[in-house]
């Protein structure tokens, strides 16, 4: 069975850093192209980072390039999304993903993210 | 970006009776390698998003066949055959042939 399970998440004020953290297993994960998405509170998901298996190549949304940063371990079968210089608007649940041809087919069950002060 | 639209926003259904929802893109969703990488999710109330299509028309594992995807180039739809309870939540298109956005969200509640 594949699960993905986030950690990390918390309240920070704005200006902070959080490092997120997703368990992966039931999978190969060094198979997979990982995705973070996150969702504000009351409104649609949005995509935020993805990372090929390698972790060579990775890829963000515009309002969060040169604050966050996706990274990979293979060998722990976790992923990862290093978090800083936070604003309000960084305020959600972040989901990871699996990424299987470009569909997000599994998905964890989340980690709120509170910038506020 | 490509701009995902989603009509109605709210679908109030009966029970047992067919629902649609429908999705347009501001772009062809037609990819270079020839697929068209439209996906719906569902998600239902204090629960993360699932698959339920992929590649328009295709459920995914798991996924009752009451649930059908249709459509093409910047129009595709959604249709619950006969709605039941557990389908009551958010659907969302979602499109991933360049970056990936997601529609606003169309909510399904018993009426």
């Known amino acids: 069975e594949v699960q993905l399970v986030e950690s990390g998440g918390g309240l920070v004020q704005p200006g902070g850093s959080l490092r997120l953290s997703c368990a992966a297993s039931?999978?190969?994960?060094?198979?997979?192209?990982m995705t973070w998405v996150r969702q504000a509170p009351g409104k649609g998901p949005e995509w935020v980072a993805n990372i090929k298996q390698d972790g060579s190549e990775k890829y963000y949304v515009d309002s969060v390039k040169g604050r966050f940063t996706i990274s990979r371990d293979n060998a722990k079968n976790s992923l990862y999304l290093q978090m800083n210089s936070l604003r309000a608007e960084d305020t959600a649940v972040y989901y990871c993903?699996?990424?299987?041809?470009?569909?997000?087919?599994?998905w964890g069950q989340g980690t709120l993210v509170t910038v506020s002060s | 970006d490509i701009v995902m639209t989603q009509t109605p926003l709210s679908l109030p259904v009966t029970l047992g009776q067919p629902a649609s929802i429908s999705c347009r893109s501001s772009q062809s969703l037609v990819h270079s390698d020839g697929n068209t990488y439209l996906s719906w999710l569902q998600q239902r109330p204090g629960q993360p998003p699932r698959l339920l299509i992929h590649k328009i028309s295709n459920r995914f594992s798991g996924v009752p066949d009451r649930f059908s995807g249709s459509g093409a180039g910047t129009d595709f739809t959604l249709k619950i055959s006969r709605v039941e309870a557990e389908d009551v939540g958010v659907y969302y298109c979602?499109?991933?042939?360049?970056?990936?956005?997601f529609g606003q969200g169309t909510k399904v509640e018993i009426e």
């Open positions: 979602t499109q991933a042939t360049q970056s990936r956005t």
């Open positions: 039931g999978f190969t994960f060094s198979y997979s192209w």
């Open positions: 993903a699996r990424d299987f041809y470009r569909d997000l087919d599994y």
